[in-house]
């Protein structure tokens, strides 16, 4: 008798988390995982021991403290463009990854399509697998991060209830335009599929690449829920908070959903979280800047290594291809850069559903501190240099 459930046979560690930890068993440098090591504010950290001081420590609501969602609806109509209402619009969730998994459960069945765009971020191919849910894909080309809407418009059937749009995008770099937008929301309403967009590094586009969120356009807040969250912006990976927004009708269900799995956010994070909205402008500024600077560094080394790199539009990753370099797939080369580099990439087959269509493809991230990529790029330069990896 098996001792686990059917979900769970094919259940393995994700590549990303799997990077991370064969990096931190070596004391290498994790240019893997997207955990962003750089400083929180100090004015956030404040908030959070206030919080925990003043005894703000029970179960919250399970959509989340009335105050910020109350913040988080001003941002949406500031930033985002999106009104909603603080009250039956918003749910404050166990992470962004949280706000997924509920909006999943909650909009779709065992059995049903949903559409992503291919890279696409492993963790929304995994879960929705978890669920049951049957997954198609239509690519992003590379070379110019274009799409071809006729095959997205073939590719819905009689089974699909969704599509998921991640912009910026994890793992390309790939920032959606208004106009692209627009195409996959008329598609959306002419078969009438849901829409999830992740939106997490919304703050972290570079200058031509504006970001839009898809709830602002048209009519379409009617069948979206919108994902974003702190983690990314705050550099607070591991507190883990998040939120969704959308109609009313959809985001009483993924309450309830997250009552059921989480019960609750964490209760004196959120109470953190409000110092956040009284950041100044420049501080955002700054931020995208600083991306902007390692962005433009890292693409230059790896090119001059002998990677050809796809520069990315937003987000804090890079996908880099490494056909000229003497590795045998993306599998040996993420190995071997750990092993003799002590460098942690993704190898790409874990953005793809065919594993074989990542083969030649590394996924670098550079949310870190500059010394860690200067010296990251260093070892891997060096490493060419001596032919312990070189050309053909």
């Given at each position: 008798?098996?001792?686990?459930?059917?979900?769970?046979?094919?259940?393995?560690?994700?590549?990303?988390?799997?990077a991370?930890?064969?990096c931190?068993a070596?004391?290498?440098?994790?240019?893997?995982?997207?955990?962003?090591?750089?400083?929180?504010?100090?004015?956030?950290?404040?908030?959070a021991?206030l919080?925990?001081?003043?005894?703000n420590?029970?179960?919250s609501?399970?959509?989340?403290?009335?105050?910020?969602?109350e913040?988080i609806?001003q941002?949406l109509?500031?930033?985002?463009?999106?009104?909603?209402?603080?009250?039956?619009d918003?749910?404050?969730?166990?992470?962004s990854?949280?706000?997924?998994?509920?909006?999943v459960?909650?909009?779709f069945?065992?059995?049903?399509?949903?559409i992503l765009?291919?890279?696409?971020?492993s963790?929304?191919?995994?879960?929705?697998?978890l669920?049951?849910i049957?997954?198609?894909?239509?690519?992003?080309?590379?070379?110019d991060?274009?799409?071809?809407?006729d095959l997205?418009?073939?590719t819905?059937?009689?089974k699909?209830?969704?599509?998921v749009?991640?912009?910026?995008?994890?793992?390309?770099?790939?920032v959606?335009t208004r106009?692209?937008?627009?195409?996959?929301?008329?598609?959306?309403?002419?078969?009438?599929l849901f829409?999830?967009t992740?939106?997490?590094?919304?703050?972290?586009?570079?200058?031509?690449?504006p970001?839009?969120s898809?709830?602002?356009?048209?009519?379409?807040?009617?069948?979206?829920?919108?994902?974003s969250?702190?983690?990314?912006?705050y550099?607070m990976?591991?507190w883990?908070l998040g939120?969704?927004a959308?109609?009313?009708?959809?985001?009483?269900?993924?309450?309830?959903?997250?009552?059921?799995?989480?019960?609750c956010?964490?209760?004196?994070?959120?109470?953190?979280?409000?110092?956040a909205?009284?950041l100044s402008?420049?501080?955002?500024?700054?931020?995208?800047?600083?991306?902007?600077?390692?962005?433009?560094r890292?693409?230059?080394?790896?090119?001059e290594?002998g990677?050809?790199?796809?520069?990315?539009?937003?987000?804090?990753?890079?996908?880099?291809d490494?056909?000229?370099?003497?590795?045998?797939?993306?599998?040996?080369a993420?190995t071997t850069?750990l092993?003799q580099?002590?460098?942690?990439?993704?190898?790409?087959?874990?953005f793809?559903?065919?594993p074989h269509?990542?083969?030649?493809?590394?996924?670098?991230?550079y949310?870190l501190?500059e010394s860690?990529?200067?010296?990251a790029?260093?070892?891997?330069?060096?490493?060419?240099?001596?032919?312990?990896?070189?050309?053909?």
């Amino acid at each position: 008798m098996t001792r686990t459930s059917k979900v769970t046979k094919n259940l393995k560690q994700s590549g990303i988390r799997s990077a991370s930890v064969k990096c931190a068993a070596i004391k290498g440098i994790n240019l893997g995982q997207g955990i962003c090591d750089l400083p929180i504010a100090n004015s956030i950290k404040a908030a959070a021991s206030l919080a925990i001081e003043t005894n703000n420590n029970i179960y919250s609501p399970c959509e989340g403290i009335l105050p910020l969602r109350e913040a988080i609806a001003q941002k949406l109509q500031q930033f985002n463009k999106i009104t909603a209402s603080p009250i039956t619009d918003i749910v404050v969730t166990h992470g962004s990854t949280g706000a997924f998994v509920c909006t999943v459960s909650a909009l779709f069945n065992p059995g049903d399509e949903v559409i992503l765009f291919e890279p696409f971020y492993s963790y929304h191919r995994n879960i929705l697998e978890l669920k049951n849910i049957t997954i198609k894909t239509v690519p992003i080309d590379l070379d110019d991060f274009s799409i071809d809407f006729d095959l997205l418009l073939s590719t819905v059937t009689s089974k699909t209830r969704g599509i998921v749009i991640c912009t910026p995008c994890n793992p390309s770099g790939k920032v959606f335009t208004r106009d692209e937008l627009l195409k996959i929301g008329n598609i959306a309403m002419k078969h009438g599929l849901f829409v999830i967009t992740d939106e997490i590094y919304e703050y972290i586009t570079y200058p031509g690449h504006p970001h839009v969120s898809f709830a602002s356009l048209e009519n379409f807040k009617d069948f979206t829920v919108t994902i974003s969250g702190f983690s990314k912006t705050y550099n607070m990976t591991g507190w883990r908070l998040g939120y969704a927004a959308g109609p009313s009708d959809l985001m009483s269900k993924i309450a309830l959903v997250q009552d059921l799995l989480y019960v609750c956010p964490v209760t004196p994070l959120q109470y953190a979280m409000l110092a956040a909205f009284e950041l100044s402008e420049e501080y955002y500024t700054s931020m995208s800047l600083s991306y902007l600077l390692k962005r433009n560094r890292i693409v230059t080394v790896l090119n001059e290594i002998g990677f050809n790199v796809t520069v990315p539009q937003g987000a804090y990753y890079l996908l880099a291809d490494f056909s000229k370099l003497k590795f045998t797939n993306d599998e040996d080369a993420a190995t071997t850069l750990l092993d003799q580099a002590k460098v942690a990439t993704v190898p790409g087959r874990y953005f793809y559903l065919n594993p074989h269509d990542g083969k030649s493809v590394l996924r670098f991230c550079y949310a870190l501190d500059e010394s860690k990529i200067e010296q990251a790029l260093a070892v891997m330069r060096m490493c060419v240099a001596t032919e312990t990896i070189g050309h053909y």
